[in-house]
């Protein structure tokens, strides 16, 4: 079992930078791939992006690709999603997610332990 906990979302202006935090309950180094999606309203949750368990990895949704880096600090047993640039279209609950499975990591249906979120909202 992992506990996620979310943080740092809130309002920006267009243009701006926000870093979203995901506390774990346990070392997720090693053993869990980590992903952040998000969900709009009335949209299907999407990828946003992912790193492997070991670190060396990471993976973007087309959209983000220059505008965020994912990232951890193993000894916080944190994960990190820097965004910059925000656009209007980026407002959505972010959420955190891990999965010990070796899968492509883009899907939300490959993860197996989910945070409750965080608001991110970009106003122009």
């Known amino acids: 079992q992992v506990q996620l906990v979310e943080s740092g979302g809130g309002l920006v202006q267009a243009g701006g930078s926000l870093r979203l935090s995901c506390t774990a309950s346990r070392r997720t180094f090693g053993t869990y791939a980590m992903g952040w999606f998000r969900q709009a309203p009335g949209k299907e949750r999407e990828f946003v992006a992912a790193i492997s368990s070991s670190g060396e990895t990471a993976y973007y949704v087309d959209s983000m690709k220059g505008r965020a880096t994912i990232s951890g600090d193993n000894a916080k047993n944190t994960l990190y999603l820097q965004m910059n640039s925000l656009k209007l279209e980026d407002t959505a609950v972010y959420y955190c997610?891990?999965?010990?499975?070796?899968?492509?990591?883009?899907?939300?249906?490959?993860?197996?332990?989910w945070g409750q979120g965080t608001q991110v909202t970009v106003s122009s």
């Open positions: 997610a891990a999965t010990n499975g070796r899968g492509s990591y883009y899907f939300s249906s490959e993860y197996d332990y």
